[in-house]
Nanobody, 125 residues
Framework: QVQLVESGGGLVQAGGSLTLSCAASGRTFSSNAMGWFRQAPGKERRFVAAIRWSGGPTYLVDSVKGRFTISRDNTKNTVYLQMNSLKPEDTAVYYC??????????????????WGQGTQVTVSS
């Protein structure tokens, strides 16, 4: 089992920045990659970004490219989502997730094995 705990959410004005953290514990060696998803009220959970613990290219959804950055600190078993130039449409609950199998960075909810509890991000206009 892998436990994931997100933090760093909050209320910010449009144009502002937030950094989300996702701390992993438990059988972290079984995790190959980490992802961030978000879910707005009444909408499906959607992919935002993904990264491998071993490094290499990251992957971000087009709507956040140039504004969001995903990174990792292997010494802390923590993944970050730096969010700049935030827009009201970024408002959602943000979840981190872990996947064990190797291969291409997964972008579908069903491909991930473990999930955090989520952290609320609210961007006011």
């Amino acid at each position: 089992q892998v436990q994931l705990v997100e933090s760093g959410g909050g209320l910010v004005q449009a144009g502002g920045s937030l950094t989300l953290s996702c701390a992993a514990s438990g059988r972290t060696f079984s995790s190959n990659a980490m992802g961030w998803f978000r879910q707005a009220p009444g909408k499906e959970r959607r992919f935002v970004a993904a990264i491998r613990w071993s490094g290499g290219p990251t992957y971000l959804v087009d709507s956040v490219k140039g504004r969001f950055t995903i990174s990792r600190d292997n010494t802390k078993n923590t993944v970050y989502l730096q969010m700049n130039s935030l827009k009201p449409e970024d408002t959602a609950v943000y979840y981190c997730a872990a996947v064990g199998r190797p291969g291409p960075l997964p972008v579908e909810v069903r491909e991930y094995d473990y999930w955090g509890q989520g952290t609320q991000v609210t961007v006011s206009s």
